[in-house]
């Protein structure tokens, strides 16, 4: 199958069906040894964050099941 097939493909699915192959995906690359390293901005960032939970660990925070149906509904 050629990638304009697949492509033509995936865009034939409902919106739900293509953010649990996009959610798929992005699982599927966070755990392949052979990912991008982040770059320096993004540790920074990452680190920032860490931090920041670790300094206030009650500050309300949202969950990624919380993102995911939020991005799923209309």
């Not at 919106?15 to 599927?28: F, K, M, N, P, V």
């Not at 690359?29 to 300094?55: C, Y």
Request: net charge negative; charged share 30%.
């Amino acid at each position: 199958m050629t990638r304009a097939a697949l492509l033509k493909q995936i865009a034939e699915l409902s919106i739900q069906e293509r953010l649990e192959l996009a959610y798929g995906l992005l699982d599927s690359v966070l755990h392949d040894s052979a990912a991008p390293a982040l770059s320096e901005s993004q540790r920074d960032e990452l680190m920032r964050r860490l931090d920041e939970h670790r300094r206030h660990p009650e500050a309300a925070g949202i969950t990624l099941d919380e993102i995911r149906r939020k991005l799923v509904q209309p």
